[in-house]
C-alpha cells in the first residue's frame, strides 16, 4: 500500500509538472493561508509546511485555528486557500459531501489514522473495556456518567454524539465540549489522582506518548475503522499559486509514526517543531521541495 502510494506520489508530480508548463505562475509574494484546527498532528503539521514554504519557496505563510466546520466553508469560498485535515471516509463525511464539489483533494497526508475513546491503563480492563461496560452502574459513578470531549463540529464529537444516541448503554451520559487542550489537561488532572476518566481521541496523538492509555471497543463501530487524512484546498489553488508550492503540497505524505513525531515534537516546543523536524529529515523535505530530482 505505501509503495503504491509512493508510485502515484511519482506520477501525480510527473503529470502537474508537465501541466504547469502552460499555466501562469502568479506573484511569489502572495500569502498562503493555511487553516489548521487546533488538533496537536494538524498544528504540527502546519508548522512544517510554513516552514518549508518560507524558507524553501520563498513565500509568505499565515496560519490561522477556524473549527472544523470554519475551515471547510472558508476553503470552499476561497477565503482560505489550504486545510489540514480533513478524515476521509467517514469522519468527515457530512462535510465533504457538502463541500466535496467546491475544493481540491490533494490526496492523503498519512493513512492509517482513527478514531476512538480512551481509558487511562489503570482503570481495570475486567471493569471498563468496552462502550458497553459503560451501562455498569459502579462504572458510570466513578465517571460522573460524563465523557470529556473536544471543540463541538469536530469529527469525532460528531460521531460521539451519534454513540449515545445508539447505545442504550450511554443513555445517562453527557458528552462535555471544550478543545483539544481542555480534553488533555482533564486528563492530566485525572490520571496524577488516579481518577477515573473517558476522553474523545485519535491517532496519531502525542497523548498517546504522555499517558499509558487503552482504547476502549466500541462494537458496532459509529468511530469507522482505519481513515485516510487528506490535504484540501480552495478549488482554483493550482491556477493561484506557483507550480513550485502546488508540486510541494502535492508530495507532501507522512507515515503515521512520523506524524506522532512531529505531532509530540509540537506539543513539547509548539512553534519551531516544524524546522526541528525538517532538519533531523532533510531527505524527506528534499523530496516534498524537489520530486524526482532529489531521488537521485
Not at 502572495?30 to 496537536?40: H, M, P, R
Not at 503539521?45 to 472544523?68: C, F, H, K, W
Not at 496519531?204 to 504522555?210: F, N
Not at 507522512?254 to 509530540?264: F, K, T
Request: net charge negative; no cysteine.
Amino acid at each position: 500500500m505505501k509503495k503504491a502510494r509512493f508510485a502515484l506520489v511519482v506520477v501525480f508530480s510527473l503529470a502537474l509538472t508537465i501541466g504547469f508548463l502552460s499555466t501562469p505562475a502568479r506573484a511569489q509574494d502572495k500569502t498562503l493561508n493555511i487553516g489548521a484546527v487546533a488538533w496537536e498532528e494538524a498544528l504540527g503539521i502546519a508548522d512544517l509546511i510554513q516552514y518549508v514554504v518560507r524558507t524553501e519557496l520563498g513565500m509568505n505563510v499565515e496560519v490561522t485555528n477556524p473549527s472544523i466546520g470554519v475551515a471547510y466553508a472558508a476553503a470552499s469560498d476561497q477565503e482560505l486557500d489550504l486545510l489540514i485535515e480533513s478524515w476521509q471516509p467517514i469522519t468527515h463525511q457530512a462535510y465533504t459531501e457538502k463541500y466535496g464539489a467546491e475544493v481540491i483533494d490533494f490526496g492523503p497526508m498519512y493513512e492509517d489514522a482513527k478514531l476512538t475513546w480512551a481509558v487511562p491503563t489503570y482503570v481495570p480492563e475486567d471493569e471498563l473495556a468496552s462502550v458497553e461496560d459503560l451501562a455498569k452502574e459502579s462504572v458510570k459513578e466513578k465517571l460522573g456518567a460524563e465523557i470529556t470531549g473536544i471543540d463541538p463540529g469536530a469529527g469525532i464529537m460528531q460521531q460521539s454524539e451519534k454513540m449515545l444516541e445508539e447505545y442504550d448503554a450511554l443513555s445517562d451520559y453527557d458528552l462535555l465540549e471544550g478543545s483539544g487542550a481542555a480534553m488533555q489537561a482533564a486528563l492530566k488532572d485525572a490520571t496524577q489522582n488516579e481518577e477515573w476518566i473517558v476522553v474523545t481521541l485519535w491517532e496519531p496523538h502525542s497523548a498517546y506518548g504522555r499517558f499509558d492509555l487503552r482504547n476502549l471497543e466500541e462494537p458496532k463501530g459509529l468511530l469507522g475503522s482505519e481513515e485516510r487524512v487528506h490535504m484540501i484546498g480552495r478549488q482554483d489553488f493550482m491556477e493561484v499559486f506557483p507550480n513550485k508550492l502546488s508540486e510541494f503540497i502535492s508530495r507532501f505524505y507522512l507515515p503515521i509514526g512520523m506524524v506522532n513525531e512531529l505531532s509530540a515534537m509540537y506539543s513539547d516546543m509548539g512553534e519551531g517543531a516544524g524546522a526541528q523536524f525538517a532538519e533531523e529529515h532533510p531527505e524527506i523535505i528534499d523530496f516534498f521541495v524537489n520530486g524526482v530530482d532529489a531521488l537521485g
